[in-house]
Structures are given as structure tokens and as C-alpha cells.
């Protein structure tokens, strides 16, 4: 039985181990011991279609496969652990609240349609019929039917669990001998040299009535962009501040931006709770796509996921599991290779 360490307990480098173990790996996670990573804050979209941007194709393509590969990933980890990782799979609505903003949704939609993913328009009738609390002054809409939502909380819990004592509490600095895979978020640059920036993010968690809102709500406000993804238990996270900075202070500015236009699209979210404020930051790298795959010899790379680590966590997992199993990558690996930044 070979022997691995992987460098990074958070989503990517758990699911990493958890599939190399059951390569017939032995595994052992060096991992911090907080939760001080992306995923904490993460809201847990699985939105190839509403992450999509232009000029992105190769990450298109590899986010809507790890999309594809994400209900049957849920399912395996439930039933190893008996933990329900709350995969929802009702779909997103995109809405637009004025002129200019259904413009520009449209520009996006029109872009991802090009690229086969399903995007059904819809007229504002048809859109407050499936969410009766959002304005009565939306200009348009679009169901999303593939765009799904996962609790990132849940899935590390599960993930722990599965790998049970195999997760070590030690932050390492330097990469020991054998057969690593760094996963190590924002800490990858200090032990790769490869660039992976920090970039800020600020999340809002509330608390309201279940069942207010049954969709994720992605919404074009008056030129914001702001989501709206609702838990079964009535708790909604909002989020899309995205700062190239590395502090990790909660302004009220910043609370503002996401709560304006967030009540704007639901009037009734004023009257819920605000239970959370969290800052991380995302690990993003100059072209905003991750680095995955073989660094140098037995030093293999999953890091640099920015705005989808939750969503590419299934595919990368499998893809770094199979390089370090038979050491051939996978083609869908050849754009994302730690070499492009050589």
C-alpha cells in the first residue's frame, strides 16, 4: 500500500484524500485545524451555467462536468458517513431587475446558451409564479435547471468523518518526501511558488421563516450582482463581494452592498435575522482558473479553485486521485497544468 500526504484540509484536498483512499491509498491530511479556509464561507453553488464567463472555455467545460459528477459524489459520501450533504437540485433562477440589467443577463445567457447549457427565459409572471416573494418589479428572468446548490459545511463534516484519523491537526511549511498532493489553498504559494493570490469575499447569513424563498436566486440589480441560496431550515446566505484584497475586516459598506440589493429583489428578507458575517478569501491565480495537476516529480498541485472550489471539488478529486494512482493525467487536466505559469 503506497503512502500519500496530502497538504490542505479543506473541500478539495478532503475529497482528494477520500478518493485516493479508496484507490488503495494510505492517506494521511495535514490540515490547519480551523475553519479559516474558502469553503466556511462558501454558499455552495453548483452553477456551471452561472459561473460561466467569456473566454473560459477549457473551465466550462470542466465545471460542467464536475456538475454532472456531483449528485452521485453526494450520494456515496451519505452513504459512507450517513451524513446528508443537502444537495438541492431544483435549479436557480437568474432575475433582472431593471432594463439595463436584463440587458446585460440576457448578453450572459445568450453566451452560455452557445455553449449548450440550459437556460429557459422567462417573463416576469412566470418568474414571481415560482417565487412569489421576489419584487413585483422585475423585468425578466430565466430558470437555470441545471445550476444546483450543496451545503460546503455539510460535505466537510461528511468528508472528516469518512477520513476519520487519517486528518492530522498540523499546518505544515515546507512539503515532506513521498507522494504529495498540495492543496492548500491560499498557503499553496508559499510552498509551490506558484502564484495564488488571496482574494476577498464577504458573505451574510440570515435567518428567516422556511420556505420564503425555494430557489437559488442569482439577480442583476441596478448593475450589482448579488445570490440569494435558501437552506431548508429558513437560514439564507448571500453573498458576491469579491475585493483584491487580503484583510479580513467586515465594513458596514460592505454589509450594505449585499443587503441593498438583496431586499430589493425580496422586500421580506428586512424582517429576517442577520446571524453571520463571514470574510474569506478565495485562492485565485492570474487567470482565474485552478492548477491541477503534476508540479515535479511526486509533488502533484489541486489549488487556485477561486470561485468554484465547492463545484469543481468532484472532478478534481477524481482527476488528481487518477494522476497519482497511475500517473497519467486525465486531457481534461492539460489546461489547467501547474507548468502554464512556468
Not at 479543506?10 to 479556509?37: E, F, H, K, S
Not at 451555467?49 to 470542466?62: D, K, V
Not at 435549479?91 to 437556460?119: F, I, K, N, P, S
Request: negative net charge; aromatic residues 4%; contains cysteine.
Amino acid at each position: 500500500m503506497t503512502d500519500l500526504t496530502v497538504i490542505g484540509g479543506g473541500i478539495v484536498g478532503l475529497a482528494v484524500a477520500w478518493r485516493c483512499r479508496q484507490r488503495g491509498m494510505r492517506v494521511t491530511v495535514y490540515d490547519g485545524g480551523a475553519d479559516d479556509a474558502a469553503w466556511y464561507a462558501a454558499a455552495g453553488m453548483l452553477a456551471p451555467a452561472g459561473e460561466t464567463s467569456f473566454g473560459q472555455e477549457a473551465l466550462t467545460a470542466l465545471m460542467v462536468e464536475s456538475s454532472t459528477r456531483w449528485p452521485g459524489f453526494a450520494a456515496e459520501l451519505q452513504r459512507e458517513t450517513g451524513i446528508d450533504v443537502g444537495i438541492d437540485t431544483r435549479g436557480t433562477l437568474a432575475v433582472a431587475l431593471t432594463g439595463d440589467d436584463l440587458a446585460e443577463a440576457r448578453r450572459l445567457w445568450a453566451y452560455r446558451e452557445e455553449h449548450g447549457l440550459a437556460v429557459h427565459r422567462l417573463p416576469p409572471s412566470a418568474v414571481r409564479e415560482r417565487e412569489p416573494a421576489l419584487s413585483p418589479r422585475l423585468r425578466g428572468g430565466a430558470h437555470i435547471p441545471d445550476d444546483r446548490q450543496v451545503d460546503p459545511r455539510r460535505v466537510v463534516a461528511a468528508l472528516r468523518t469518512a477520513l476519520g484519523a487519517a486528518v492530522v491537526p498540523h499546518r505544515t511549511a515546507e512539503i515532506p518526501p513521498g507522494p504529495v498532493v498540495v492543496a492548500a489553498g491560499l498557503g499553496t504559494a508559499a510552498l509551490t511558488g506558484l502564484p495564488v493570490r488571496p482574494v476577498k469575499g464577504l458573505v451574510l447569513r440570515l435567518s428567516g421563516e422556511p420556505g420564503l424563498l425555494r430557489h437559488v436566486v442569482v439577480g442583476h440589480v441596478d448593475g450589482r450582482h448579488v445570490y440569494l441560496v435558501p437552506r431548508a431550515d429558513g437560514e439564507i446566505v448571500i453573498g458576491a463581494t469579491q475585493e483584491e484584497r487580503a484583510d479580513s475586516s467586515v465594513t458596514a459598506g460592505a454589509v450594505l452592498d449585499l443587503l441593498r440589493p438583496a431586499t430589493e429583489l425580496v422586500p421580506d428578507l428586512a424582517e429576517c435575522e442577520l446571524t453571520e458575517t463571514v470574510v474569506r478569501h478565495r485562492p485565485a491565480t492570474p487567470d482565474n482558473a485552478p492548477v491541477l495537476g503534476r508540479l515535479s516529480g511526486d509533488i502533484v498541485v489541486a489549488a487556485g479553485h477561486h470561485r468554484n472550489g465547492v463545484l469543481l471539488t468532484p472532478v478534481t478529486a477524481d482527476l488528481i486521485a487518477d494522476l497519482v494512482v497511475t500517473g497519467r493525467p486525465d486531457p481534461l487536466l492539460e489546461a489547467f497544468t501547474p507548468g502554464r505559469f512556468a
